[in-house]
């Protein structure tokens, strides 16, 4: 997005504090451009998938998509960061569960294997501790950090086959025990699951069982 369509997207987000329905002469006005500018910035806006809008007898609504609001969430953690000197930290909680036991197939192939050690500064576990994000602000937290900067471990080609990238995140479980998380893009799992790996067996070290609730830290790069 470019400074204007922040700024409208901004501008948006506090109309919606204040209104239940909001017109494009309110956007024009606490922007101090014109209507027709207000309306093409809208449309621009829904395009791109960070807004959604309808119609009522009552009025035009306007609603911030999943998209949306991370994308406010990454501007306000980066202002923040800025002004206060704050590195913004993040807490996800969930439910373990066992996979299908392709972690340990994945993790351990020398195209993945080889960037985890020189960039996250371990080799892990071959698999991955599997999570089942229980709440809703646990979800849109993920979905916050799959759009913030992170080790980026690149893809490849092995075996005849496209293995493709991932992002980490440096991760503490439980207050004090070293981990990563990955986001991965081609995954079977929902929005509601997060995958962790560890330069231990993570269930053995902590006596961990499906059903167990463990608590991460996650602070971006």
Same mark, same amino acid.
């Given at each position: 997005?470019?400074?204007?369509l922040?700024?409208t997207?901004?501008?948006?987000a $506090?109309?919606?504090?204040?209104?239940k329905l909001?017109s494009t002469?309110k956007?024009a006005?606490?922007?101090?451009?014109s209507?027709?500018?207000?309306?093409?910035r809208i449309?621009e806006?829904?395009?791109?998938?960070?807004?959604s809008?309808?119609v009522t007898?009552?009025g035009?609504?306007?609603?911030?998509t999943?998209?949306?609001?991370?994308?406010?969430?990454?501007?306000?953690f980066?202002?923040r960061?800025?002004?206060?000197?704050?590195?913004?930290?993040?807490?996800?909680?969930?439910e373990?569960?066992?996979?299908l036991?392709?972690g340990?197939?994945y993790v351990?192939r020398?195209g993945?294997?080889k960037q985890?050690k $020189?960039?996250l500064?371990?080799s892990?576990y071959p698999?991955?501790l599997n999570?089942?994000?229980k709440?809703?602000?646990d979800v849109q937290?993920?979905k916050l950090? $799959?759009?913030?900067?992170?080790v980026?471990i690149?893809?490849?080609?092995?075996?005849?086959?496209?293995f493709?990238?991932?992002?980490?995140?440096?991760a503490i479980?439980?207050?004090?025990?070293k981990?990563a998380i990955l986001?991965?893009?081609?995954?079977h799992y929902?929005d509601?699951v997060?995958e962790?790996?560890a330069?231990?067996?993570?269930?053995?070290?902590?006596n961990?069982k499906d059903g167990n609730?463990?608590?991460i830290e996650?602070?971006?790069?």
């Amino acid at each position: 997005m470019n400074a204007d369509l922040w700024f409208t997207l901004l501008a948006i987000a $506090e109309l919606k504090n204040k209104f239940k329905l909001i017109s494009t002469t309110k956007i024009a006005e606490k922007l101090n451009i014109s209507q027709q500018t207000a309306s093409r910035r809208i449309q621009e806006l829904e395009k791109i998938g960070v807004i959604s809008r309808g119609v009522t007898p009552k009025g035009q609504y306007i609603e911030i998509t999943d998209a949306g609001w991370t994308a406010l969430r990454k501007i306000y953690f980066s202002l923040r960061s800025i002004f206060n000197g704050e590195v913004p930290k993040f807490e996800i909680s969930g439910e373990i569960f066992s996979g299908l036991g392709e972690g340990a197939y994945y993790v351990t192939r020398e195209g993945y294997l080889k960037q985890f050690k $020189e960039k996250l500064g371990f080799s892990p576990y071959p698999g991955t501790l599997n999570i089942k994000l229980k709440t809703s602000k646990d979800v849109q937290t993920k979905k916050l950090l $799959e759009a913030l900067p992170g080790v980026f471990i690149e893809g490849f080609k092995s075996e005849g086959r496209t293995f493709g990238p991932v992002k980490c995140h440096h991760a503490i479980i439980n207050g004090k025990f070293k981990a990563a998380i990955l986001l991965i893009n081609r995954t079977h799992y929902g929005d509601n699951v997060l995958e962790l790996i560890a330069p231990y067996s993570i269930r053995n070290k902590l006596n961990l069982k499906d059903g167990n609730i463990i608590r991460i830290e996650i602070v971006p790069e």
